[in-house]
């Protein structure tokens, strides 16, 4: 049973300008180590932050785990094999997932142009 839908939209000149003015600190307050190594391997290293990003305010919104004690570096967003998306289900995170009955999210990542977006759909046991 699906618990939430999140979304979200991220200019990619935004993610650029902030991490043009906060370096490496603003970075590493909101990504992993991986994430961060990840993205600065692509061929468009702020798109792929912009929809990282999304992908964390989309999942904060879908789960409605923003009142417990779950920080962006938490919602650490990875590739499976395959490359499709996925958030890593470890720690703090697991643990919030397992207290609030979520088994499931689904994630989708996009971005083209000006903006990057991420879409995300939780899902309860049952």
């Given at each position: 049973?699906?618990?939430?839908?999140?979304?979200?939209?991220?200019?990619?000149?935004?993610?650029?300008?902030?991490?043009g003015r906060w370096g490496r600190r603003f970075l590493e307050r909101v990504f992993t180590r991986e994430e961060i190594d990840s993205c600065y391997g692509k061929a468009?290293?702020?798109?792929?932050?912009?929809?990282?990003?999304?992908?964390?305010?989309?999942?904060?919104?879908?789960?409605?785990?923003?009142?417990?004690k779950i920080s962006?570096?938490?919602?650490?967003?990875?590739n499976q094999v395959s490359g499709a998306p996925a958030i890593k289900k470890e720690g703090r995170l697991a643990e919030?997932?397992?207290?609030?009955g979520i088994e499931k999210i689904h994630l989708s990542l996009?971005?083209?142009?000006?903006?990057?977006?991420?879409?995300?759909v939780a899902e309860e046991a049952g």
């Open positions: 049973m699906i618990k939430g839908i999140g979304v979200d939209i991220v200019k990619i000149k935004r993610m650029e300008s902030a991490v468009e290293p702020y798109a792929s932050f912009a929809v990282r990003f999304a992908a964390k305010e989309a999942f904060i919104k879908a789960s409605g785990l923003n009142g417990e962006f570096r938490d919602i650490e967003i990875v919030a997932l397992a207290a609030s996009s971005h083209e142009k000006e903006y990057g977006v991420a879409m995300v």
